[in-house]
């Protein structure tokens, strides 16, 4: 009997080996997963941690108004303005009538136009952004405790009066182009001291922002506005606005124009001098433009200066098609003798019926006449040889008619 020889490969590795072989893999799996957790918990940790500052603000300021108005921001209320620890982001024109100041390691970025008329103070560990064009102005003093302020490209910021680093080191001023203007004395800090300019440079390189400083400085900022808007009740317009805070305030001037570009005169409204509240105001127009009507409010000072908002937009004849049905706004006289003048509005030009009817619901009388898109007027007179009494007028447009309304002859 031939004995079959067991086969072994001369490579194969033997079962201390493989154990061994195992353990090596096993102990690299585990380093690799010991890595991969350190890795993980540092971008978590200290990778969130440093870009946390950029994440989005707590508060947000997305209309022109006053620091304090709530209807500024997007989170309400407003911020404190006193040892603020959250980040605020400035992304319009703001005013703060008064001191401000940022508590440890609060963020106060400015991407539009922060006024300051006061003085501002920035805590430990806080932080202060210009970011593009943004402008700070601060009327007074500026003054920092450990905080750090980065100036953007095209930024600017100016001091009234004196730039504070009292913990120099622990303080850094960074500019990447942006300009500093300090009508004080800078000092704890060399780089802000050796970029520093002074009120001329200002009053030259900014004229804008240098007009803003010295109104602000003066007590003569112009008006906070909150909103200005325009609504369209039927063939009028209601115009609303609201203001934050009003220095020197005279009066209001409402424009109005057909294209955008050449306004006229159409109301003055008295405003209300010196406030620190918010004020309403209101004006209709009664004879609106037939299409769109572009409307502008000027705000006026006692002293002449005036400031001109932006313009905003309404259109009649796309209101008014919306609902297409025919108005009757006004009869007069009313009781009437012989003939009456009838107001009322349609939404497209065209042709439309006038009838008067009895109380029966029988037409008794009619005209025809030729209408405009928006408000008309046309005087009735095919109601003299009616007798005395109750009558229903109403109108027919496009098939439509309008809600009746009552009159009487005498």
Same mark, same amino acid.
């Given at each position: 009997?031939t ?52 994440a ?23 911020? @404190?303005?006193?040892?603020i ?33 006061? *003085? ?6 806080? +932080? ?5 064009d943004g402008?700070?102005?601060?009327t ?34 960074? *500019? ?11 000092s ?5 001291? &050796? ?5 001329t440079?200002?009053?030259?390189? !900014? ?18 506005l909150?909103?200005f ?6 063939? +009028? ?11 020197? =305030?005279? %009066? ?11 306004? +006229? ?21 009664? %004879? ?12 006026t000072?006692?002293?002449g200066?005036? +400031?001109?908002f ?23 006289? =009313? ?11 349609? @939404?497209?030009s ?7 009817? &009895? ?9 025809e006449?030729s ?6 007027? !046309? ?32």
């Amino acid at each position: 009997m031939t004995m079959k020889r067991k086969r072994t490969l001369k490579n194969q590795p033997s079962i201390k080996l493989k154990r061994k072989q195992t353990l090596v893999y096993a102990a690299a799996g585990i380093a690799i997963a010991a890595i991969v957790g350190v890795g993980i918990f540092f971008y978590l940790n200290l990778g969130a941690s440093t870009d946390s500052k950029a994440a989005a603000a707590d508060f947000t300021a997305t209309a022109d108004g006053s620091w304090i108005d709530d209807n500024v921001w997007i989170s309400t209320p407003a911020p @404190a303005t006193s040892g603020i620890r959250s980040s605020v982001e400035i992304s319009e024109f703001v005013v703060r009538s008064g001191d401000l100041s940022f508590g440890n390691d609060g963020v106060l970025t400015v991407s539009d136009s922060l006024v300051i008329i006061g *003085s501002l103070t920035m805590g430990n560990e806080a +932080e202060l952004v210009i970011s593009g064009d943004g402008v700070l102005i601060v009327t007074e003093n500026f003054n920092t405790t450990g905080s750090k302020i980065t100036v953007g490209n095209s930024g600017v910021v100016a001091v009234g009066g004196d730039l504070n680093f009292p913990n120099g080191k622990k303080d850094t001023y960074n *500019s990447t182009g942006g300009d500093l203007y300090v009508m004080g004395t800078t000092s704890g800090n060399n780089d802000a001291d &050796n970029v520093d300019k002074n009120e001329t440079a200002f009053q030259n390189e !900014h004229p804008k922002a240098y007009q803003i400083f010295t109104d602000a400085s003066n007590g003569t900022l112009p008006v906070s506005l909150t909103f200005f808007r325009a609504k369209v009740q039927g063939a +009028e317009v209601l115009l609303e606005w609201e203001t934050a805070e009003e220095i020197n =305030n005279d %009066f209001f001037t409402i424009e109005r124009s057909g294209d955008g570009r050449k306004f +006229e005169k159409i109301a003055t409204i008295p405003g209300s001098g010196n406030s620190q509240r918010p004020i309403s105001y209101s004006f209709t127009d009664p %004879f609106p433009l037939p299409e769109i009507s572009y409307y502008r409010l000027r705000q006026t000072d006692f002293d002449g200066q005036f +400031e001109v908002f932006k313009a905003v937009a309404v259109s009649l004849e796309a209101s008014l098609e919306t609902s297409q049905a025919p108005s009757i706004s006004k009869v007069a006289p =009313n009781p009437f003798q012989s003939s009456f003048r009838v107001d009322f509005t349609v @939404a497209t030009s065209g042709t439309a019926l006038i009838q008067l009817m &009895n109380t029966r619901g029988r037409v008794v009388a009619s005209e025809e006449v030729s209408v405009y898109a928006g408000r008309n007027q !046309h005087k009735f007179y095919q109601a003299e040889q009616l007798q005395s009494g109750i009558y229903l007028l109403r109108l027919v447009f496009n098939g439509k008619p309008s809600s009746a309304a009552r009159i009487m002859k005498q």
